[in-house]
T-cell receptor, first 112, second 115 residues
């Protein structure tokens, strides 16, 4: 079983703060990495892909560390609307349809 | 912009009853999937269909059957519901297969309770 591990939280963070969380993966041959966001009682939606060189989208920065086999998500100037569960998703080669493995998610609560 | 549409959104069944969850996508995607999400377990793949006319088992297929009716529609059937099948079910689609896909588009979910 390919493993993707996340700290479930919850992370309680004051509005405006910076928060970061990691996701570790066990398959060193994994090739693609993603962060999804899931609001309470809603469906998951792609937040951003994670590229080898790291990538930024507004207040969100995703990074990949292949040597230590983890990806990270950094949220700057957090907003109340950032409260959600963040799912780490890893795509491993040769996995067929279950090549995508979802982490169990990290629950983030932004407090006013 | 309907995307992926699932029905029903809520259902309560008694043990042994059968039911079918319907899913349709309007994005002309080739691949469609059924996942279940349980507390503390994350999303687990039940069945998938890489293209019209094909279906394959995922991680947790026991107790389920699927039909890829056409390119748009992919249904999930519980022949004899069990309490262990109480879950939130998500249908999803992608342009490419999961082996290369990045973005999955999910339906809003179907909350099933089996008593």
């Amino acid at each position: 079983r390919k493993e993707v591990e996340q700290d479930p939280g919850p992370f309680n963070v004051p509005e405006g703060a910076t928060v970061a969380f990691n996701c570790t993966y066990s398959n060193s041959a994994s090739q693609s990495f993603f962060w999804y966001r899931q609001d309470c009682r809603k469906e998951p939606k792609l937040l951003m892909s994670v590229y080898s060189s790291g990538n930024e989208d507004g207040r969100f920065t995703a990074q990949l560390n292949r040597a230590s086999q983890y990806i990270s998500l950094l949220i700057r100037d957090s907003k109340l609307s950032d409260s959600a569960t963040y799912l780490c998703v890893v795509n491993s080669p040769g996995g067929g349809a279950d090549g995508l493995t979802f982490g169990k998610g990290t629950h983030l609560i932004i407090q006013p | 912009n309907a995307g992926v549409t699932q029905t029903p959104k809520f259902q309560v069944l008694k043990t042994g009853q059968s039911m079918t969850l319907q899913c349709a996508q309007d994005m002309n995607h080739n691949s469609m999937y059924w996942y279940r999400q349980d507390p503390g377990m994350g999303l687990r793949l039940i069945y998938y269909s890489a293209s019209e006319g094909t279906t394959d088992k995922g991680e947790v297929p026991n107790g389920y059957n699927v039909s890829r009716l056409n390119k748009r529609e992919f249904s999930l059937r519980l022949e004899s519901a069990a309490p262990s099948q109480t879950s939130v079910y998500f249908c999803a689609s992608s342009e490419a297969s999961l082996a290369v896909a990045g973005e999955l588009f999910f339906g809003e979910g179907s909350r099933l309770t089996v008593l």
